[in-house]
């Protein structure tokens, strides 16, 4: 699997975006990208996933470069609930063997009022 | 909604005890996962298991057993407990053979405590 590059913490004002970068300069064609976060005390809770086009779903959106070397991660409209450690990993779809996740460090994200 | 339940959310045991930590999982999921999490080493996965019956070991499997005798439920057991093993145990489950393999969906966590 690609190592990937978090800052270790951002700040971001309440209801605002929030974008949260990676690095993964060492990616290869099959390997997908995968944002996880985990909030205080609670188990990590998957995000969203891309390949090479940028996707949306209700939680937040991925953009991911053209050459995949980086993405970022957007919460449109953060709220206090966002305030967790977001995961960002990169791994291979492997169909018939499970994924097995490797969790860096994350970027701490603090939503402020 | 996918719900992975654990059966403690925090346990204290003592050095040398043997411990179960149980992990059920109600989405008909085929992979089933542990880890553990500690401050600044992040989570390190210690057993998954992609079918009844089946246990592969993950990067740090010394000190632990696993055993999935039914589809829905994954137990973690430490032998002999040691102080080394205080730690947040965080059980996962996912699909198996289909797009989705890596979307993991994760358990609330059992606190662990080894005096």
């Known amino acids: 699997d690609a190592k990937t590059t978090q800052p270790p913490s951002m700040d971001c004002a309440e209801g605002r975006a929030a974008n949260l970068p990676c690095n993964h300069s060492?990616?290869?064609?099959?390997?997908?990208v995968y944002w996880y976060r985990q909030i205080h005390s609670q188990g990590p809770q998957y995000i969203i996933h891309?390949?090479?086009n940028n996707e949306t779903n209700e939680m937040a959106s991925l953009i991911i470069t053209e050459d995949r070397k980086s993405s970022t991660l957007i919460l449109p409209h953060a709220t206090l609930r966002d305030t967790a450690v977001y995961y960002c990993i990169v791994r291979a779809r492997i169909y018939n063997q499970g994924g097995k996740l490797i969790f860096g460090q994350g970027t701490e994200l603090s939503v402020k009022p | 909604d996918v719900k992975v339940t654990q059966s403690s959310r925090y346990l204290v045991k003592r050095t040398g005890e043997k411990v179960f930590l149980e992990c059920v999982q109600d989405m008909d999921h085929e992979n089933m996962f542990w880890y553990r999490q500690d401050p600044g080493l992040g989570l390190r996965l210690i057993y998954f298991s992609y079918d009844v019956k089946m246990k592969e070991k993950g990067d740090i499997p010394e000190g632990y057993s696993v055993s999935r005798e039914k589809k829905e439920r994954f137990s973690l057991i430490l032998e002999s407990a040691s102080t080394n093993q205080t730690s947040m145990y965080l059980c996962?489950?996912?699909?198996?053979?289909?797009?989705?393999?890596?979307?993991?969906?994760f358990g609330p966590g059992t606190r662990l405590t080894v005096l």
């Open positions: 891309g390949l090479k």
């Open positions: 996962a489950s996912s699909y198996r053979g289909r797009a989705s393999d890596n979307e993991q969906f």
């Open positions: 060492t990616i290869s064609g099959n390997e997908y």
